[in-house]
């Protein structure tokens, strides 16, 4: 089954290219042809047997300098000019803007773009729209194109792979664009991948130790994000006694992870995450990766450092009371790369009942024995999980202040984006918030 990528914006632009780029380093030297195949058709076409991959790919922003990079960079792959949307200005870091006016005025192009695509490729079945949520274009943009997506292709499952900005600010109406996002996606996207530029950046620091605060770029943050992405979205199988293998297709995956409308929020983890430099150097163990990504999905983080061993499932603590501290899941899909992989062991510590919401194991495991990143064995965890929804809490609180102060509204209403619609949103948002807030509970 094949997927379609829609990259939304200078940020979803950046982050497609990366992950295409990672997925094809990945699989251009894998010597087993079968498997090889099957990655290629996830996430390549071609127009004839020996012309290099196409990517299923959309590339939609207002300003055409990235996209033109795009097209321009040399690679052993490249992207289909026709399946390319480009306006003349950008859309000024205004949800309204992205939404309304150009979302509007573009439905046409997006629609045509997307069918080059889908047209060139055989068993769709996810659409991954690549988006950030703080400026104009990927943010209302990219909600924008989610309906028409919902409306063209009503049989594809959708992903949204979301950026969140740094808390810090990168501009001034970032929340409100930010909650306007994610309560248009509840209303049309199956699945929301949420990850944050902080948690990447802090990353990017530690794995590189010399580099002072700004000289993390973009590029790097990407980097590290397409391999989380990555590791989740190639093929794996699910593996069961005397039973041949079966593949995990996308499509199961958000199926799996989004049992109920009501918790769409999902996050991602990979163990180890070492420089180029270390990799070499690095000598892991299944059930070393299997404790530390578990740990780090019980703390909410993405750093296997800091880490607090006294934070477990009550069933491991021996109390009576049910430990409340863990971020308890609703459900987890892991995937194990690498040969030699010891199912029992990481099935497991995954398996413990009291560390999901309704003391249901709802895990699904993912095998390959292929290397990823150079690495003989490696451990990705994309989760649905109480604390994907613990921003939200701040955002609503700031976004109330500045709306009810009636902070940069004109903007939007500049666009026909009334109080109403802020209102609505605030509606939804917060339902969300309280759904999520009650799965520890």
Known sequence: MSA???QVGQCGNQLGEAIFERV???VSDISDRSFSETCFKRFFSTTTQES?????????????????????????WYYNPRACVVAKQGSGNNWANGYCNFG?????????????????IANLSTVIILMS???????GLGCKITEIIRDILPGALILNQVVLPFSQGEVSVQGYNILLSLSA??????????????????????????????CISFNEINSLMSSHLAGILLPSSIIKEEEEPVQIEIDQVIEHLVPH???????????????????EFTNTTWDMLSKYSRQMLFQNSIKDEGLLWNIRPASETGTCNRQTSINRSISNFVVCRGSKTLLPQIEDRYSVVDMYRDDRTKVMFGYCKHDFGKLDKSVFVMSNAAQNGAFLEKLLVDSWRKFNAKAFLYQYENFGLGSDWFLDSFNIMEKVNLDYRAISS
């Not at 509007?104 to 192009?109: A, L, P, V, Y």
């Open 4 to 6: 379609i990528f829609i």
């Open 24 to 26: 094809h380093n990945e």
């Open 104 to 120: 509007t005025e573009m439905e046409e192009q997006i629609a045509d773009a997307v069918k080059v695509i889908s047209n060139q």
């Open 52 to 76: 290099e991959p196409i990517a299923n790919a959309v590339l939609v922003d207002m300003e055409k300098k990235v996209i033109d990079k795009c097209l321009s960079k040399s690679n052993r």
């Open 261 to 279: 409308p009501a918790y769409k929020l999902l996050s991602c983890r990979m163990m180890p995450v070492v420089s180029e430099h270390s990799r």
């Open 185 to 214: 996606l509840y209303q049309n996207s199956d699945s929301i991948t949420l990850s944050q530029n902080d948690q990447y950046q802090g990353l990017c620091r530690r794995l590189l130790p010399n580099n002072g605060k700004d």
């Open 133 to 139: 949520s703080a400026g104009g274009t990927g943010s």
